[in-house]
């Protein structure tokens, strides 16, 4: 079953059918990236445990990376890391196991400083700490030539590999994608798994996406904080926080969509006063927020006027005290 929620992943699959790759950096249309500010967070993992990779895989001898601790990959993110170096791993675990609700579910964060100096890892998921399940990665960089260790690739080749985006704005991952795996309950993820990319096009030493090609990333980076890093990981759905439902969904309308001067909310008049509103740009800057009691009529329909708002891509967060929808319009 298709859910809709996250407008944000229905408009990068489009962009991948239109023009052959995925969504771009943060910032511009069209990017799947969320600000480590935005309120779609709701928890942040509180023990990670690291396996330390090598400084250069293809050099045993060279020994391990040492940057950062285990702790810094815990709470928000905060540009405090730590490294995995080549072929090192990071355990996460959180106080509620993540759930499969509408759109995506959970977010990776490194600490890139640009749009295009990128290292990459794989992103795994287990129900009982011991199973994994890792999500479909495609890399469609070049493999004739390497990326040296300050090389740059592109975002718009990347998919489901964590490290797409810059500091501070989180790749996110929707459990769905693993709907009907072994070992693995996708409204039960108990511990979520980073497996850093070596970024060697070497086969002896390459990493290898879900089509068979080879992850060409910065390589070697042999210096203690080699490797990806790893700031943080937050929760959009958990067990207590699930996310509405498929039906109750479908009843949530925004429009017009693309929208004048103002636009207009459809909600579930149960609803009542128990509602609250956020709208971001496409960084994630917060707009504006505000409860929506004295402005929920007996229709269901709350009348926003927009025509502060530069012309552009906004999105907007409706939340009730244990639900969420999150939706997108076009200010013409």
Same mark, same amino acid.
């Given at each position: 079953?298709?859910?809709?929620?996250?407008?944000?992943?229905?408009?990068?699959?489009?962009?991948?059918?239109? +023009?052959?790759?995925?969504?771009?950096?943060a910032? @511009?249309?069209?990017?799947?990236?969320?600000?480590?500010d935005?309120?779609?967070?709701i928890?942040?993992?509180?023990?990670? @445990?690291?396996?330390?990779?090598?400084?250069n895989i293809?050099?045993?001898?060279?020994?391990?990376?040492?940057?950062?601790?285990?702790?810094?990959?815990?709470?928000?993110? =905060?540009?405090?890391?730590?490294?995995?170096?080549?072929?090192?791993?990071? +355990? /996460?675990?959180?106080?509620?196991?993540?759930?499969?609700?509408?759109?995506?579910? $959970?977010?990776?964060f490194?600490?890139? $400083?640009?749009?295009?100096y990128?290292?990459?890892?794989f992103?795994?998921?287990?129900s009982?700490?011991? #199973?994994f399940?890792r999500? =479909?990665?495609?890399?469609l960089?070049?493999?004739?030539? @390497?990326v040296?260790?300050?090389?740059?690739?592109?975002?718009?080749k990347?998919?489901?590999?964590?490290?797409?985006?810059?500091?501070?704005?989180?790749? %996110?991952?929707? /459990?769905?994608?693993l709907?009907?795996?072994t #070992?693995?309950d996708? &409204?039960?993820?108990?511990?979520?798994?980073?497996?850093?990319v070596?970024?060697?096009? @070497?086969?002896? $030493?390459?990493?290898?996406?879900?089509q068979?090609?080879?992850? &060409?990333?910065p390589?070697?980076?042999?210096? %203690?904080?080699?490797?990806?890093?790893?700031?943080?990981?937050?929760v959009?759905h &958990?067990?207590?926080?699930?996310?509405?439902?498929?039906?109750?969904?479908?009843?949530?309308?925004?429009?017009? #969509?693309?929208?004048?001067?103002?636009?207009?909310?459809?909600?579930?008049?149960?609803?009542?006063s128990r509602v609250?509103?956020?709208?971001f740009?496409?960084?994630?800057?917060?707009?504006?927020s505000?409860?929506?009691?004295?402005?929920?009529?007996?229709?269901?329909?709350?009348?926003? =006027?927009?025509?502060?708002?530069?012309?552009g891509?906004?999105?907007?967060?409706?939340?009730?005290?244990?639900?969420?929808?999150?939706?997108?319009?076009?200010?013409?």
């Amino acid at each position: 079953m298709v859910r809709k929620l996250f407008s944000l992943m229905v408009m990068a699959l489009l962009i991948q059918k239109l +023009v052959g790759q995925f969504p771009p950096p943060a910032g @511009q249309e069209g990017t799947t990236a969320i600000h480590a500010d935005s309120s779609a967070f709701i928890a942040w993992a509180v023990n990670c @445990q690291v396996e330390r990779g090598f400084l250069n895989i293809a050099w045993p001898d060279s020994g391990f990376v040492s940057f950062g601790s285990d702790a810094h990959a815990t709470g928000a993110p =905060d540009n405090a890391v730590v490294s995995l170096g080549d072929a090192g791993t990071a +355990v /996460l675990t959180f106080n509620e196991p993540i759930v499969d609700g509408p759109g995506f579910d $959970f977010a990776v964060f490194e600490n890139s $400083f640009s749009d295009d100096y990128l290292e990459l890892a794989f992103v795994e998921v287990s129900s009982d700490g011991v #199973n994994f399940v890792r999500f =479909d990665a495609v890399s469609l960089t070049q493999t004739t030539l @390497q990326v040296d260790a300050f090389g740059l690739i592109e975002t718009e080749k990347i998919n489901n590999l964590a490290g797409k985006y810059r500091l501070f704005y989180g790749t %996110p991952f929707n /459990l769905e994608e693993l709907e009907g795996m072994t #070992n693995l309950d996708i &409204n039960h993820v108990t511990h979520v798994r980073i497996a850093d990319v070596t970024g060697c096009i @070497q086969d002896s $030493f390459a990493s290898f996406d879900s089509q068979g090609n080879r992850v &060409n990333d910065p390589w070697p980076t042999a210096f %203690p904080s080699g490797g990806f890093d790893l700031d943080a990981i937050g929760v959009i759905h &958990n067990k207590s926080h699930p996310g509405i439902s498929e039906d109750l969904f479908r009843s949530i309308e925004v429009y017009p #969509n693309p929208a004048g001067s103002y636009i207009v909310l459809k909600l579930p008049p149960s609803w009542g006063s128990r509602v609250w509103i956020n709208v971001f740009d496409i960084t994630g800057k917060q707009l504006s927020s505000f409860s929506c009691a004295a402005l929920l009529s007996e229709t269901g329909k709350i009348r926003m =006027d927009i025509s502060c708002l530069p012309v552009g891509l906004y999105f907007i967060s409706i939340h009730t005290g244990d639900a969420s929808f999150t939706g997108k319009f076009l200010k013409q």
